[in-house]
């Protein structure tokens, strides 16, 4: 079934990062960028100085205004809905605040393994995260058809982290701890997570999302270990029961990203865990990359967020290189992680425009 002739979308105008994912021919290489939606956006400050940060993600109309800012401003081949991967914890019933200069914090964070009863283990996203699916849809139609949106949701082990830290933590020893001391009431919080994260891909994709992003952004604090035991297993699942579960409600399937930030080490097997683009971060070769992967599977990334502090005309050689390395087929052009607050939009632009204008020339020659 087409979620546009459900919900009477416009028609898309532009399909070419949903071809470089499914491994089409592209004329250039399509480019958007982790956190495009945020802070470093004068028009976005002047909305959270009237809004905190959960509002503007439980609010449609204000998701959807974010949303589109860097459509506006950039020629950028998708949008990603606003939102956060805290929404599930919230769901669950967890209270989540995103404090100014600290970030996500948690009033009462997991501590033991009992802490789980406390959960809302049978969570109804249509409920509880309906708010999503709701500016998913009006995103959709205001879009008008000129790129495709992006829905996505935190892995399991990654919402596990918070919501055992209760906020950031640069060592995960509270949530290893966890690991290490309550294995099964570990496997028991991944599994409860799991559950929730497909229910609500598939109803972002029932809302009209046309690619969907998992992020493992604590992938690599694990280490290969800890990661093939208790994040791999979820993430292979969660792209099994998504794709199974759109079959089942005769749904048109989506192409899917997985991003597994600093898991170099399992490279090869996540371009076998069901994702059609497996994303990089800045610290992997995309040469080497694309020798270890899956040839089936599409590369997205990976420049390195600090060189957008470069100057316009150093961010497009640093552009042509990564291009150079990635090729021009079966790539989709990001950074190797989030915009960070303090990038200077133009910058960012200036990105953009080089993706465009360095793939096209490789692209004649080829």
């Not at 309906?130 to 892995?155: C, M, N, Q, W």
């Not at 076998?272 to 040469?287: E, F, K, M, N, Q």
């Not at 290189?321 to 939009?345: C, S, W």
């Amino acid at each position: 079934m087409s979620i546009g002739s459900v919900h009477n979308f416009p028609a898309l105008k532009n399909d070419l990062i949903l071809r470089a994912a499914r491994g089409e021919t592209t004329e250039h290489v399509p480019v958007w960028v982790m956190r495009q939606a945020g802070r470093y956006l004068p028009e976005f400050k002047e909305v959270r100085a009237k809004y905190s940060f959960f509002e503007v993600c439980q609010t449609p109309a204000l998701a959807c205004e974010v949303t589109l800012q860097p459509i506006k401003r950039f020629d950028l081949d998708a949008a990603i809905i606003f939102s956060d991967i805290l929404v599930i914890p919230q769901a669950l019933g967890m209270t989540v605040e995103m404090v100014p200069e600290k970030g996500p914090t948690f009033d009462e964070p997991l501590r033991k393994a009992e802490d789980l009863d406390k959960l809302n283990s049978k969570v109804d996203v249509e409920r509880e995260l309906g708010y999503v699916f709701d500016a998913i849809t009006l995103t959709r139609h205001k879009l008008e058809g000129k790129v495709p949106l992006i829905g996505f949701s935190g892995a399991p082990w990654t919402l596990m982290f918070y919501m055992v830290e209760g906020g950031g933590s640069n060592t995960a020893s509270k949530s290893k701890k966890w690991l290490y001391t309550f294995p099964e009431a570990s496997v028991k919080l991944l599994n409860i997570l799991e559950n929730v994260i497909v229910d609500y891909l598939v109803g972002q994709v029932k809302a009209g999302a046309q690619l969907l992003q998992l992020f493992e952004s604590h992938a690599g604090i694990l280490g290969p270990n800890l990661f093939f035991r208790y994040a791999m297993p979820r993430i292979e699942s969660i792209a099994k029961r998504v794709k199974q579960k759109l079959t089942e409600q005769k749904l048109d399937p989506v192409p899917m990203i997985i991003f597994a930030k600093d898991a170099h080490f399992g490279i090869k097997e996540l371009s076998t865990s069901g994702y059609d683009v497996v994303s990089l971060d800045w610290t992997i070769d995309p040469a080497k990359a694309r020798i270890i992967v899956d040839s089936k599977v599409s590369l997205q990334g990976n420049l390195d967020p600090c060189a957008l502090y470069s100057s316009k005309e150093e961010i497009s050689i640093h552009v042509k290189n990564m291009l150079e390395k990635f090729g021009t087929q079966r790539y989709i052009a990001n950074l190797g992680h989030g915009v960070y607050p303090d990038f200077n939009p133009e910058h960012v632009g200036a990105f953009v425009d080089a993706v465009h204008e360095h793939s096209k020339l490789m692209n004649k020659k080829l």
